[in-house]
T-cell receptor, first 112, second 110 residues
Framework: DSGVTQTPKHLITATGQRVTLRCSPRSGDLSVYWYQQSLDQGLQFLIQYYNGEERAKGNILERFSAQQFPDLHSELNLSSLELGDSALYFC???????????FGQGTRLTVV | KNEVEQSPQNLTAQEGEFITINCSYSVGISALHWLQQHPGGGIVSLFMLSSGKKKHGRLIATINIQEKHSSLHITASHPRDSAVYICAVRGMDSNYQLIWGAGTKLIIKP
């Protein structure tokens, strides 16, 4: 158990819908990262937060947004879902930006 | 050319064999990570290295900063080691984002 909790584990939804994925980082970790892994693809960095502030953006679509709350948990919002958004979404956390990152188990999103 | 290259892409071996997975990178880094992704999808952080060598159980990771190369070794391999092993580097100029290798798919046959 990495200490990073992601909910839900599985999510099936229809095209055009909006979903929210949640991540609780390890206790004491200030930095949260979101990654997308499509079928048989590598991990794509989406966005990073540090202590509530956005620090880096990767290949995140405009339909996607995220935030980190004062209690340091983070949410990734995906809207106007398309079939191609079906993927594993991972959250990782670390104490600072340059320390070891620990991964949650991922949320498997299926858009039908 | 990708900034992080792993070899081999796929590796099948017999139980008990010594396994080596290589990672070469072309950017300046502050740290290198080895991660394991199980068939079910979960990702586990194995090592974070900035120099030298680390060992955890049957796993050994080494890094040569001058040669920009790292290796992950598995001794006495077991079918439960079957997974995708991913090398990722934390670049110095990329706001500490991880730059990912494509992964090495390892299958250990009993």
């Amino acid at each position: 158990d990495s200490g990073v909790t992601q909910t839900p584990k599985h999510l099936i939804t229809a095209t055009g819908q909006r979903v929210t994925l949640r991540c609780s980082p390890r206790s004491g970790d200030l930095s949260v990262y979101w990654y997308q892994q499509s079928l048989d693809q590598g991990l794509q960095f989406l966005i990073q937060y540090y202590n509530g502030e956005e620090r880096a953006k990767g290949n995140i679509l405009e339909r996607f947004s995220a935030q980190q709350f004062p209690d340091l948990h983070s949410e990734l919002n995906l809207s106007s879902l398309e079939l191609g958004d079906s993927a594993l979404y991972f959250c990782a956390s670390s104490v600072t930006q340059n320390t070891e990152a620990f991964f949650g188990q991922g949320t498997r999103l299926t858009v039908v | 050319k990708n900034e992080v290259e792993q070899s081999p892409q796929n590796l099948t071996a017999q139980e008990g064999e010594f396994i080596t997975i290589n990672c070469s990178y072309s950017v300046g880094i502050s740290a290198l990570h080895w991660l394991q992704q199980h068939p079910g999808g979960g990702i586990v952080s194995l090592f974070m290295l900035s120099s030298g060598k680390k060992k955890h159980g049957r796993l050994i990771a080494t890094i040569n900063i001058q040669e920009k190369h790292s290796s992950l070794h598995i001794t006495a391999s077991h079918p439960r080691d079957s997974a995708v092993y991913i090398c990722a580097v934390r670049g110095m100029d990329s706001n500490y984002q991880l730059i990912w290798g494509a992964g090495t798919k390892l299958i250990i046959k009993p």
